[in-house]
């Protein structure tokens, strides 16, 4: 007898062999079958869907979940657009502090008050707190006297503007967060991801790295893993910072390591480990993204995270540890280091089934692209990124480079895997808009931005499913709809493919279901 059988439904499973099915089968957790193979079998629930379109549960290959639910509980000074109003916001976070406390405060970016705040101006709020304002990008903050005084003197800053591994040495001064504040911040987060259809995530950067909350992150979803509250399935990523030379055999070749060897891999179908996370630039929006050319109207070209050398000894250390790479790479300059990097640890020992992936890749010029197909990485882009900040980018980036940024069309003419994202909460992490943007290539004002770089609904929903499982390692259980596979579905109340492209955003998700339960 079957648990559920979901029926009188247009099921889109993904799998060629089988791409359209009306009912489908659910047997402890797990598809049995479609159509006619499960029709006729007895269940003890039986679900009419009324026509409703379902689509394998949608993967999220780069979230952080902690920095999500830690954003939703803090003050947040969006949208001001004075100075004065976001000092009244930080005033008021103050008084509910004790002195000397640490003072959070989120939803920072010095795009909407036109200059950066400095550190005298939250000084005059401060009352005796260290106040951290984290900008929205994740790769800069600003912080008052107070913080940065206990910051060592070769720490660079500019009026208490901090950036990237100066972000990281400020950050630290604050760090941890209890495995009980991280787990319930993650719970948070889960539960809006299963609302908008994800039944599966890619966590970018525990333990360490810009955005790590303790040394013992990982505890935290075990945590929830325990306690039955992790709300979908999450594979974690490793900050990069955290491998350390290591004492195994030569015969291994193996300089650096998490204890024990612990690698990609290791874990269950609810919580495994991932990806190596290794950061090479910063971002865009903190202009900071590393770039072969300078930004436009500005005589900077952004910034790596370390010395070059350095982050590629990293590249090729988490290579020969048996890792698959998640590699940060906005800017083009970036994702040189980065495919070089790669290739050279390719070279040493090859490893064609490591999956290696280059996170963001902002900006990739076209002769970038057969690179990344001859090497086999993964692009794993952010559609959202352009749909809310594209008429930014574009602009940094001037008439000639944009139409290359968080390409679409070009990856899969040259057979790179293309692979859908959200890096929630940096900016909204729906699904269905992200699919949108990259079918019609239109920010939220109107403006196209590299047109053709677009592409269908089926490739884009592709890279929210087939593509997502392919980076995570999970192609064998995810992905599709198919008899065998995890039982991980979205129900929505549209037809993508029917509706005008425009509405694909807004179109409602009904029901999600993991493991085969409605959640």
Request: charged content about 25%; overall charge negative; some cysteine.
């Amino acid at each position: 007898m079957l648990c559920t059988r979901l029926t009188n439904a247009n099921i889109v499973t993904m799998a060629p062999d089988h791409p359209v099915a009306h009912d489908l089968g659910i047997w402890r957790g797990r598809i049995v079958g479609l159509d006619d193979a499960v029709t006729s079998l007895p269940a003890r629930e039986v679900i009419d869907l009324q026509g409703a379109t379902v689509l394998p549960g949608f993967i999220d290959s780069h979230v952080h979940m902690a920095w999500t639910g830690l954003k939703a509980s803090t003050p947040s000074v969006a949208p001001c657009t004075r100075v004065e109003d976001v000092l009244a916001v930080v005033a008021e976070a103050v008084a509910r502090k004790p002195y000397g406390a640490w003072v959070d405060v989120a939803g920072y970016d010095q795009r909407a008050l036109g200059r950066h705040l400095t550190a005298a101006e939250l000084d005059k709020v401060g009352d005796g707190r260290k106040v951290f304002m984290m900008h929205d990008s994740g790769h800069a903050c600003v912080v008052n006297s107070g913080v940065l005084e206990l910051l060592p003197a070769d720490v660079p800053h500019q009026d208490g503007f901090l950036a990237e591994s100066a972000m990281t040495a400020a950050r630290r001064l604050r760090l941890p967060y209890s495995q009980e504040e991280i787990a319930d911040a993650i719970e948070r987060a889960g539960r809006v991801c299963l609302a908008e259809g994800i039944t599966a995530c890619a966590e970018a950067g525990i333990g360490g790295g810009l955005l790590g909350h303790s040394p013992v992150e990982l505890g935290a979803y075990q945590l929830l893993r325990d306690q039955g509250r992790l709300p979908l399935r999450v594979q974690l990523m490793a900050a990069g910072d955290t491998l350390r030379p290591v004492a195994a055999h030569d015969s291994d070749g193996i300089p650096r390591a998490l204890d024990l060897g612990l690698r990609t891999g290791f874990g269950d179908d609810w919580l495994s480990m991932g990806a190596l996370k290794i950061y090479t630039d910063g971002g865009m929006m903190a202009r900071t993204a590393a770039l072969t050319r300078p930004y436009q109207g500005m005589e900077h070209t952004g910034q790596f995270q370390d010395e070059p050398e350095r982050i590629a000894d990293t590249i090729v250390a988490g290579h020969l540890a048996g890792w698959q790479l998640a590699v940060h790479a906005i800017g083009d300059r970036a994702a040189d280091l980065a495919l070089d990097a790669l290739e050279r640890a390719q070279s040493i020992r090859p490893r064609p089934g490591a999956r290696h992936r280059i996170e963001h890749a902002g900006l990739i010029r076209p002769d970038q692209l057969p690179r990344f197909a001859r090497l086999g990485v993964a692009a794993v882009i952010q559609p959202n990124f352009l749909r809310y900040f594209g008429d930014d980018y574009a602009a940094i980036m001037g008439e000639d480079r944009a139409p290359w940024l968080y390409r679409g069309r070009g990856f899969l003419d040259h057979g790179i895997t293309l692979v859908g994202s959200s890096d929630r909460p940096v900016t909204d992490g729906s699904p269905l808009r992200a699919v949108q943007f990259m079918v019609e290539r239109a920010s939220e004002s109107g403006q196209v931005i590299g047109p053709d770089e677009g592409i269908t609904v089926e490739e884009a929903l592709r890279a929210y499913t087939v593509g997502g499982a392919y980076a995570c390692h999970w192609d064998d259980s995810a992905g599709t709809l198919a008899p065998g596979k995890r039982a991980d579905l979205v129900v929505l109340g549209d037809d993508p493919w029917r509706v005008s492209t425009s509405r694909i955003g807004d179109i409602a998700v009904v029901s999600t279901f993991v493991d085969g339960r409605r959640v």
